[in-house]
């Protein structure tokens, strides 16, 4: 397998995103709140003179929140859905690997916020890491997308 996989750090877990779908990567400063938005998605930001949507990729596993205020500095990969940018906010990026397998169905109990955005668990020259569903961040939880 030649796939480029983007290994970022979600709530304290290192995580592989696949590069393929990964526009860029930023840095957030300031959000605009939304009103009456689902819980996980953070605000809004600008890039470039385009509106991106930011998701607190935290939130959206149901693992707390992540602290937007006080002027911190937080990254990002940039991602195109269904003809919309969303900003996935993380904890870290740290760099881009080859994945060396196939992704395999993960036998082992994650957690639920693990087990919803899992597409399966990739062998890289660092070890294993766990593929992460980009739609699966962007709908956060299923009691989220119901409200």
Same mark, same amino acid.
């Given at each position: 397998m030649n796939e480029l996989l983007l290994i970022v750090?979600?709530? &304290?877990?290192?995580? #592989? @995103?696949?590069?393929? /779908? +990964? *526009?860029?990567?930023?840095?957030?400063?300031?959000?605009?709140?939304?009103?009456?938005?689902?819980?996980?998605?953070a605000g809004l930001s600008a890039l470039r003179s385009r509106v991106l949507t930011v998701i607190d990729c935290q939130r959206a596993l149901g693992m707390g929140a992540t602290s937007f205020g006080d002027g911190q500095?937080?990254?990002?990969?940039?991602?195109?859905?269904? &003809?919309?940018?969303? #900003? @996935?906010?993380?904890? /870290? +990026? *740290?760099?881009v690997i080859e994945a060396l397998s196939e992704p395999k169905q993960v036998r082992a109990a994650m957690g639920e916020g693990w087990e919803r955005v899992s597409a399966g668990m990739v062998e890289t020259?660092?070890?294993?890491?766990?593929?992460v569903s980009i739609e699966a961040i962007v709908e956060g939880r299923q009691e989220m997308a119901a409200a």
């Open positions: 750090t979600i709530a &304290g877990d290192r995580v #592989a @995103l696949p590069a393929a /779908a +990964v *526009e860029s990567v930023i840095e957030l400063d300031a959000l605009i709140p939304v009103p009456r938005a689902p819980d996980h998605l500095i937080h990254e990002a990969a940039v991602v195109e859905m269904d &003809g919309h940018h969303y #900003a @996935l906010s993380v904890d /870290a +990026v *740290e760099d020259q660092e070890g294993p890491l766990l593929l």
